[in-house]
Nanobody, 123 residues
Framework: QVQLVESGGGLVQAGGSLRLSCAAS????????AGWFRQRPGKVREFVAR????????YYADSVKGRFTISRDNAKYTVYLKMNSLKPEDTAVYYC????????????????WGQGTQVTVSS
C-alpha cells in the first residue's frame, strides 16, 4: 500500500509560481510512475503531467507545457510539480497519483491518490 500526501498549494497572483510536493510512504514508490492531475471547479479531473519511475521521461498536457515541470527525488520518495507563469485558469485542486510500471495520462489507470491540494490563482 502506498500513501501519498500533497503539499505546497495556496493563493498566488497571476504570473506567480508555486511548487507542489507529493510525499510517498514506502520505498516501493521509487519504482512507480507518478502523475499530477487537477480538478477545476465544475470540471472533471484532468491530466497535467507524468513522470516515469527514474525521472528520465516526462510528459505534459498542452495547457501547461513550458510552464510546469514535474520532477522526482527517489531518495526522498517525493514527486514535485513546479508551476511558473500561473494563470487564473490553473485554479484547481491538484492531485498526485502513482502506479506501477509505465506512466500514463489516464486517470483510471492510477492506483494510488493523494487527498489533493488547492491552488488558487488570482487575476
Amino acid at each position: 500500500q502506498v500513501q501519498l500526501v500533497e503539499s505546497g498549494g495556496g493563493l498566488v497572483q497571476a504570473g506567480g509560481s508555486l511548487r507542489l510536493s507529493c510525499a510517498a510512504s514506502g520505498r516501493i514508490f521509487s519504482s512507480y510512475a507518478a502523475g499530477w492531475f487537477r480538478q477545476r471547479p465544475g470540471k472533471v479531473r484532468e491530466f497535467v503531467a507524468r513522470i516515469n519511475f527514474s525521472g528520465s521521461s516526462t510528459y505534459y498536457a498542452d495547457s501547461v507545457k513550458g510552464r510546469f515541470t514535474i520532477s522526482r527525488d527517489n531518495a526522498k520518495y517525493t514527486v514535485y510539480l513546479k508551476m511558473n507563469s500561473l494563470k487564473p485558469e490553473d485554479t484547481a485542486v491538484y492531485y498526485c497519483a502513482g502506479k506501477p510500471r509505465s506512466a500514463t495520462v489516464a486517470t483510471d489507470e492510477y492506483d494510488y491518490w493523494g487527498q489533493g491540494t488547492q491552488v488558487t490563482v488570482s487575476s
